[in-house]
């Protein structure tokens, strides 16, 4: 299964950057190489410690002799030593290519999840996000995704080191085999007990993956909800919640960094038993010294790379918890992918239509059974009820943020899974019930909407919406900081600023869900006058609990318990005896 998932990765990876692939390769190759010629210097250098005079010079000192000679470079200690100098300095430089491109491999890996990542989430129905915390989405950017980086820095360093070492160990096998067959031999089986700590390692990576996306988890929760946190004084039960998920976590995390620390400090040691076992071996068999030599630098070459291979191997056995948490969001994400569909929403010519709609959200009761609606241009639609009636929900229909389970919904008589559902979307200016800002100006949430707006346009839609004279008594006006959310403004603040956001974008159709709740009464009347006078060439579409505000409304849908049950102008309404919406309009009246 792991391995399948490395393969894959890789497989992945080498089609999307071979110019990665093909520079470790190369450096991988150079740095083999030189590590070999280096080696060779050994020969010499040791032969000429043991006689300057280099009469009885080993078969791998002459020939090297007669390389020199051929390039007529004088023999010597100090040529042997140069060319023993120069060629590790120009190995260490490849050495830190291949770092460069390993981490760039990692980065590379990282920045395919994230864009994977972000086009999965943001192509997945609205629904995909009430069933996941928003600390485990973080989570997954922060930590999980970036395991899995790691873990493609680790295969890649894993492949550059089998090449470097099957390069370093070349010469000393055809040396000394015996040598380093003892070596590697005992190498072999001292590393076996490593081995057996995998099943620990995928257990340690999968616990590391879920506390870690609890810790976040609260953290988020935490400073989402601060206000409250602190309005109910419940600051310390949440300093202890929080620290105990993060203890469970550094638990946990220092488990899996002691393991890795562990294996790498032991296995050096046993690289290097192995390195004198071997050693042993040669001399009891009588080899040659400057043979022993090159083979013992190549040894304590190759020794830390046979131990990063292991650390190497750590980290790729717990990467597969936090893959397998990215692969069931991603899956997830997928499940409720939205469907685009083909045909470009370009203009808003005749009505939407709810045809015999049921609708449940998962795992709740149905909500609709059976409702018809009628939405036609030009006209003023409101929608009344009580609380939970599913007044949002025909919002989150219309805009296909949700998507009923039977039934049918035309925009202009087309079915609306037909519509690309953002080029209808871009034809609508939406204010929710809890009208989100971005940490940013106003400026900047404004033109959020529509980025090529002029400075009239800005000053207009924030008359509309009433918010002109507020804006100018800021100290920097349209370029006052917003906080995050808009928490430097008041609620009546946002909400005039997210209607200017609507009405900025001149939409055929605006959607207003409770868009004036939180405004005083003047400054609703006056929002209400504009919106008025934009009814006239805007389809407008408004949830309302103050009955007074859709006097004006040409059709009203009263809802209750996701039932219609009843429909008519405000008059019509009104006139009923005993109507719902009367009574309604009687109760607000008299409070
Ligand atoms: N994401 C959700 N998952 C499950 N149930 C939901 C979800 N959103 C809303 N509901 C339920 O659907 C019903 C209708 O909710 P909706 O928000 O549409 O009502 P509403 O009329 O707009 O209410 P309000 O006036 O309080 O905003 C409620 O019973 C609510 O609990």
């Not at 002799?65 to 040529?79: D, K, M, Y």
């Not at 070492?165 to 003892?182: E, N, Q, R, Y």
């Not at 004036?516 to 008025?532: A, F």
Request: aromatic content about 10%.
């Amino acid at each position: 299964m792991k391995n399948r998932i490395l393969i894959s990765l890789l497989y992945n990876f080498i089609t999307k950057h071979p110019f990665l692939f093909c520079g470790l390769i190369f450096s991988v190759v150079m740095s083999g190489a030189l590590s070999m010629i280096v080696a060779v210097c050994v020969a010499p250098l040791a032969d000429y410690l043991l006689d300057p005079s280099l009469t009885n010079a080993n078969n791998i000192t002459k020939k090297f002799i007669l390389v020199l000679n051929l390039f007529r470079i004088p023999i010597g200690v100090l040529s042997f030593s140069a060319i023993f100098a120069i060629g590790n300095m120009l190995n260490s430089l490849f050495v830190i290519l291949i770092f460069y491109i390993n981490r760039s491999i990692g980065y590379a890996v990282l920045r395919d999840l994230n864009v994977e990542g972000f086009r999965n989430f943001l192509g997945a129905r609205w629904g995909f996000f009430g069933s996941l915390s928003q600390g485990k989405i973080l989570n997954t950017f922060q930590h999980e995704i970036i395991k899995v980086g790691d873990a493609m820095t680790s295969l890649a360093n894993q492949f550059a080191i089998s090449f470097q070492l099957l390069l370093i160990m070349a010469l000393p096998v055809f040396l000394m085999p015996l040598m380093v067959g003892t070596s590697i031999l005992t190498l072999g089986i001292l590393t076996v007990p490593f081995l057996l700590l995998q099943p620990l390692n995928n257990k340690l990576g999968a616990l590391n993956t879920s506390t870690s996306g609890r810790v976040m988890e609260l953290l988020h929760e935490t400073f989402q909800g601060i206000k409250i946190v602190q309005g109910y004084g419940r600051q310390e039960s949440s300093i202890t919640r929080y620290l105990s998920a993060y203890d469970d976590h550094v638990k946990i995390t220092l488990k899996t960094q002691v393991l890795s620390t562990g294996v790498s400090n032991l296995h050096y040691t046993i690289g290097i038993l192995a390195a004198l076992a071997g050693m042993g071996v040669a001399i009891a068999n009588g080899g040659a010294l400057s043979e022993i030599a090159i083979t013992l630098w190549s040894l304590q070459r190759a020794i830390p790379l046979a131990n990063s291979m292991l650390v190497n191997k750590v980290n790729l056995d717990n990467f597969t918890g936090s893959y397998e948490q990215l692969q069931a969001i991603y899956k997830k994400a997928n499940d409720y992918k939205e469907v685009i569909g083909e045909k470009v929403f370009e203009k808003f010519e005749i009505e939407i239509k709810f045809e015999s709609i049921h609708f449940s959200y998962p795992g709740r009761p149905e909500l609709f059974k059976n409702l018809n609606i009628l939405i036609p241009k030009g006209e003023m639609v409101a929608f009344v009820g009580e609380s939970g009636s599913g007044k949002s929900t025909i919002v989150d229909l219309i805009l296909g943020l949700q998507v009923p389970t039977k039934g049918k919904i035309t925009v202009d008589g087309i079915n609306f899974e037909d519509w690309n559902k953002n080029s209808f979307r871009e034809k609508i200016g939406y204010v929710p019930q809890d009208p989100i800002l971005f940490h940013s100006s106003i400026r900047d949430n404004l033109l959020w909407s529509r980025e090529n707006s002029t400075e009239d346009e800005l000053w207009k839609a924030c008359q509309i919406a009433n918010a002109d004279q507020f804006i100018k008594k800021l100290p920097e006006g349209l370029d006052t900081i917003v906080g995050d959310r808009g928490v430097l403004l008041s609620g009546g603040q946002r909400q005039r600023i997210a209607l200017a956001r609507a009405i900025l974008r001149k939409p055929p159709i605006l959607i207003l869900d409770e868009a004036t709740s939180s405004l005083d009464t003047e400054s609703e009347q006056l929002i209400q006058e504009s919106v008025d006078s934009i009814a006239k060439e805007t389809t407008i579409i408004v949830i309302a609990h103050r009955l007074s505000t859709i006097v004006k409304a040409d059709r009203i849908y009263v809802m209750k318990m996701g039932e219609l049950l009843e429909e008519g102008s405000f008059s019509e309404l009104m006139q009923k005896s005993k109507g719902y919406f009367a009574s309604m309009f009687e109760i607000q009246r008299g409070a």
